[in-house]
């Protein structure tokens, strides 16, 4: 039994060596933890001064690549403005001639070699048209032979549609030299005295010829010239009536004797030393005008469509084919 006791010391001291290692390590774990946690501490502290620094206090995170500063980037050419064209103005120059052509069929006052000639578009049964009536005459009593007046017919079926009629009888009565009487007549009359019976009455009044004037009524002739007069005033921008033009030139401001008169205290000097010039005064008016604006309302260019499939009225092979673009509303 002399060998127990040294067994008995060896194991002694294996549990020894265990006991003295584990110790150890469970120290080094500790420590690393203690590391551990003291690093996480300082780290959110780090961060939260990081966050209420400014932005310039920040710092800035180290690179191996190329500074900016450095680098070479294509920098593309900022791009030229563009300039956008101005459209081209609709108002019209007050001194504008517009080119409004006259016919020995129309109707006039004052001599046709007068320096200046006036032009009244006007529509009866129109209201403005009516309070202007008296100008023409006006006009010609203030200056005598050196002005014209010419009366044109506009017609405006939808507010006004005894203008279309109205107009007919009235150059029906010039037929026999009553023009004049007849447009006063008309205007002095309500719009509901605008119809046949009403003409056939002012006829008799004005002593005309009935079964001329009657027969007159339904010439083609006259109806073309009225319909002529309303289209023109369509190509000269005749629109609101009444609509007055001196030697090409527009009245603007009210419908007023004192706005045509103005007018016409304006262009009479002009005509006056366009005739000093050497134009003779019965070219005068023409030479004016030459030149005028105008709309062209229907130009020569032919224009052709099919119209197979369409309905029609009349022969195929009709010598002139209308065609009329409509709709139901």
Not at 75 to 100: A, C, Y
Not at 183 to 208: M, P, V, W
Not at 231 to 247: E, K, R
Request: aromatic share 6%.
């Amino acid at each position: 039994m002399k060998f127990k006791t040294p067994l008995v010391i060896l194991v002694a001291l294996y549990f020894l060596l265990g006991y003295a290692v584990g110790r150890h390590g469970n120290d080094k774990n500790t420590a690393a933890q203690t590391e551990i946690t003291t690093s996480n501490s300082e780290t959110s502290d780090v961060v939260a001064e990081l966050a209420d620094a400014p932005p310039e206090a920040l710092p800035v995170a180290q690179s191996n690549t190329i500074p900016q500063a450095a680098r070479t980037v294509p920098v593309k050419p900022e791009p030229k403005p563009v300039r956008k064209s101005t459209p081209p103005s609709t108002q019209t120059k007050p001194d504008q001639i517009w080119k409004v052509s006259v016919a020995k069929e129309d109707a006039s006052m004052g001599p046709a070699n007068a320096p200046l000639t006036c032009v009244f578009f006007s529509a009866f049964g129109c209201a403005n048209c009516k309070t202007m009536s008296g100008a023409p005459e006006k006009l010609v009593k203030k200056y005598g032979k050196q002005v014209r007046v010419v009366f044109k017919h506009k017609v405006i079926p939808l507010s006004h549609p005894a203008s279309m009629e109205a107009s007919i009888a009235a150059l029906a009565a010039k037929k026999q030299g009553k023009f004049w009487q007849f447009h006063d007549r008309l205007f002095a009359a309500s719009n509901s005295q605008l119809n046949n019976e009403g003409y056939l009455t002012i006829a008799k009044q004005l002593g005309l010829n009935l079964a001329r004037f009657k027969k007159d009524l339904s010439a083609s002739a006259i109806r073309a010239q009225v319909l002529a007069d309303s289209l023109l005033a369509n190509q000269v921008g005749a629109h609101s009536m009444p609509n007055v033009l001196c030697n090409g030139v527009r009245m603007r401001g009210s419908k007023s004797f004192e706005a045509v008169a103005s007018l016409a205290a304006q262009e009479l000097p002009k005509a006056r030393r366009a005739i000093k010039s050497g134009i003779k005064p019965n070219q005068l008016y023409g030479s004016l005008i030459k030149t005028g604006k105008a709309f062209e309302q229907m130009g020569s260019q032919q224009l052709t469509f099919n119209t197979a499939a369409s309905p029609a009225l009349g022969p195929k092979k009709a010598k002139v084919e209308v065609v009329v673009f409509e709709d139901f509303q």
